[in-house]
Nanobody, 127 residues
Framework: QWQLVESGGGLVQPGGSLRLSCAASGFTFNHYAIGWFRQAPGKEREGVSCINSRGGGTNYADSVKGRFTISRDNAKNTVYLQMNSLKPEDTAIYYC????????????????????WGQGTQVTVSS
């Protein structure tokens, strides 16, 4: 049975940092790209960052470039999202997801291209 479990969310002050983790099981992790998405109240789910299966290719939303870093450890079946210089507008539920179909070099910021989703972790940036 596949599973994606996010952790690491919480309450942080503006300018602070958090590291999110996405632990995967039930599928061949190193064959799949993983994406991070977020959804704020009343807004659509949006792509934050993604990383290809080999870990050498990444993409970021313009709103997080230079502040967030995605990485993966295929030996631990885990993807990380290091979030620095957090802003109140980063407040949302953050989800990780698996890209449909195994690929080597591709990842995507579009939610419809992902099939397995975690339950999400809340990130709140507030003073």
């Amino acid at each position: 049975q596949w599973q994606l479990v996010e952790s690491g969310g919480g309450l942080v002050q503006p300018g602070g940092s958090l590291r999110l983790s996405c632990a995967a099981s039930g599928f061949t992790f190193n064959h799949y790209a993983i994406g991070w998405f977020r959804q704020a109240p009343g807004k659509e789910r949006e792509g934050v960052s993604c990383i290809n299966s080999r870990g050498g290719g990444t993409n970021y939303a313009d709103s997080v470039k230079g502040r967030f870093t995605i990485s993966r450890d295929n030996a631990k079946n885990t993807v990380y999202l290091q979030m620095n210089s957090l802003k109140p507008e980063d407040t949302a539920i953050y989800y990780c997801a698996r890209l449909k179909g195994p690929t080597n070099y591709y990842c995507s910021g579009y939610p419809y291209e992902y099939d397995y989703w975690g339950q999400g972790t809340q990130v709140t940036v507030s003073s």
